[in-house]
């Protein structure tokens, strides 16, 4: 099967943008919102195409799937992921954490309560 459709008519939307994820495709069909689609480029890797009322909606949803994204469409798109990659990073309190902890892992105890 070459695509994964989730069953729905693809949706009109104010924005429609895809991203090459590298997750199978058959995981991404199972979570990917309705009116979505997914096309399958091989085992390890798919392409997901979907709408959402903002460029900052898609990349919110294209972050839930916690995995490298890679070829997204539109330039619109990837601006988004830069916007909300901006906005985690100062929000995130990264203060005394070691570099390595901010990209996959664990993170390390944050809470000053368990501390004695």
């Known amino acids: 099967m070459s695509s994964h459709e989730r069953g729905d008519a693809p949706a009109a939307w104010e924005c429609t943008g895809s991203a090459r994820l590298n997750l199978p495709a058959g995981i991404v069909a199972r979570w990917?919102?309705?009116?979505?689609?997914?096309?399958?480029l091989d085992t390890e890797h798919c392409r997901?195409?979907?709408?959402?009322w903002s460029w900052a909606g898609i990349a919110g949803i294209l972050a839930t799937f916690?995995?490298?994204?890679?070829d997204l469409h539109p330039p619109e798109l990837a601006q988004a992921c830069?916007?909300?990659?901006?906005?985690?990073?100062?929000?995130?309190?990264?203060?005394?954490?070691?570099?390595?902890?901010?990209?996959?892992?664990p993170l390390p105890e944050t809470d000053s309560a368990a501390s004695p």
């Open 48 to 52: 997901l195409t979907l709408g959402a």
């Open 32 to 40: 990917a919102p309705s009116g979505s689609v997914v096309e399958h």
């Open 66 to 70: 916690d995995t490298e994204l890679t």
């Open 82 to 105: 830069r916007r909300l990659a901006y906005r985690l990073t100062v929000v995130a309190d990264t203060e005394g954490m070691p570099s390595s902890s901010l990209t996959n892992g």
